[in-house]
């Protein structure tokens, strides 16, 4: 046995021992989740907004489908429609979660980096951004036209030898 391999068995077990004394869940995002408070509450609002909004419409769109599929497999089972309860508080309870993970010191510390970051960027003039766009469509449609060409050729050619679908 060499040094490498001492010092590697070394290294795990001390990071072994670091992960054993971690706790299993994030206590800090629990007490953030249950707790009134918010973290620097008044820097990066533009990217906590946004983010909570996106959060907000991503869980009703689930909530909804999941109201849907309840109805089509158990409607004419139940008296009553307790699914529409239960969306009701996963509802509310998504707007909550939403609005309490934006306000979690790590999540706020990134989104307010990227709102600072934002700043930083050096947008495009409206007729460079038009430009670009027209290009941009251009080449689509260019490609597009292409790879039809393509296709139509390859259709062609098979046909002719005798293979089609």
Not at 147 to 165: E, N, R
């Amino acid at each position: 046995m060499d040094d490498n391999d001492v010092m590697s068995k070394n290294a795990n077990l001390q990071s072994a021992g670091k992960k054993a004394d971690q706790p299993a869940v994030n206590v800090k995002l629990i007490r953030t989740l249950f707790s009134g408070t918010r973290h620097r509450p008044t820097m990066g609002l533009v990217t906590r907004r946004t983010s909570m909004l996106t959060f907000i419409i991503v869980f009703a769109l689930g909530i909804w489908s999941l109201n849907i599929w309840v109805k089509g497999n158990l409607g004419g089972m139940l008296f009553w429609q307790p699914s529409d309860y239960i969306c009701g508080f996963l509802l509310v309870a998504s707007i909550w979660f939403s609005y309490r993970i934006v306000h979690w010191f790590k999540f706020a510390e990134f989104l307010i980096a990227v709102q600072n970051e934002m700043t930083k960027v050096s947008w495009p003039k409206r007729p460079e951004l038009i430009r670009s766009s027209l290009v941009v469509i251009l080449t689509m449609f260019l490609f597009t036209a292409a790879l039809f060409g393509y296709d139509l050729v390859w259709q062609l050619l098979l046909k002719a030898i005798g293979i089609s679908a």
